[in-house]
């Protein structure tokens, strides 16, 4: 198979084996990793629902182009996220973590064992759907990014806190859909500021592309 042929893999990862070692020993091990490769990466994380696939989808349509791009799609099962972003022309691999409900960085380490890192450049990686559990875990990237959604409700900064602070940027997806469910999408801005005042945050809609070039800016793409 051919570079200029897309390619899907599927990674099946035991997470009651210890393979790497300590969860920040492989981080730093996967950032030397794409470092060397000159390779940029992105942890996006959400809820189930909140559109990182699509946002996913958005960026690569926009991005695919000018970068050759590749997908990591974490999930329970199942390589339906990773299917589509493939039917974009991307190249992905599913990592499968059977009842883990985030990704760690050993498991990136062995999907990145997978596949011919210097061909890329830019690397996102779709955490499991979950905003608590994938906070705690570095993974090597160049960027940890949260998305929300104004399909979540008000209170969703509130619970989940901690969510913020280990987080470079957060992305409040969905804005198009604001004025049908009367969301104060402001309140919710300020709520992220209250946790942490100057992190970067961006109104983005996957479905309409409002704001996606802002965002991209800011991901130096």
């Known amino acids: 198979m051919t570079k200029q042929q897309k390619e899907s893999k599927t990674v099946n990862i035991d997470i009651r084996k210890d393979l790497f070692g300590a969860n920040e020993n492989a981080?730093?091990?996967?950032?030397?990793?794409?470092?060397?490769?000159?390779?940029?990466?992105?942890?996006?994380?959400?809820s189930?629902?909140?559109?990182?696939?699509?946002?996913?989808?958005?960026?690569c349509e926009h991005l695919r182009g000018k970068y050759r791009i590749l997908m990591f799609a974490g999930d329970l099962a199942t390589t339906i996220d990773a299917d589509r972003v493939a039917s974009h022309g991307i190249d992905t691999v599913q990592i499968n973590t059977g009842t883990a409900c985030h990704l760690d960085a050993r498991m990136i380490k062995l999907a990145l064992q997978k596949v011919d890192l210097s061909?890329?450049?830019?690397?996102?990686?779709?955490?499991?759907?979950?905003?608590?559990?994938?906070?705690?875990?570095?993974?090597?990237?160049?960027?940890k990014?949260?998305?929300?959604?104004v399909t979540e409700g008000p209170y969703m900064i509130r619970k989940h806190p901690l969510t913020i602070k280990h987080a470079d940027m957060v992305i409040i997806n969905?804005?198009?859909?604001?004025?049908?469910?009367?969301?104060?999408?402001?309140?919710?801005?300020?709520d992220i500021r209250e946790v942490d005042a100057k992190i970067p945050v961006f109104r983005v809609s996957?479905?309409?592309?409002?704001?996606i070039e802002k965002l991209i800016k800011a991901l130096n793409l």
């Open 27 to 46: 981080a730093a091990i996967n950032a030397e990793t794409l470092k060397k490769h000159g390779v940029i990466a992105f942890d996006i994380m959400g």
């Open 48 to 59: 189930v629902g909140t559109g990182k696939t699509q946002l996913i989808e958005a960026l």
């Open 119 to 143: 061909y890329y450049q830019v690397v996102f990686i779709e955490n499991v759907g979950n905003l608590i559990c994938p906070a705690g875990y570095s993974l090597g990237v160049d960027k």
């Open 145 to 149: 990014i949260v998305v929300v959604s």
């Open 174 to 190: 969905k804005i198009d859909l604001v004025e049908v469910l009367g969301f104060d999408v402001d309140a919710l801005e300020s």
């Open 206 to 211: 996957s479905t309409t592309g409002e704001g």
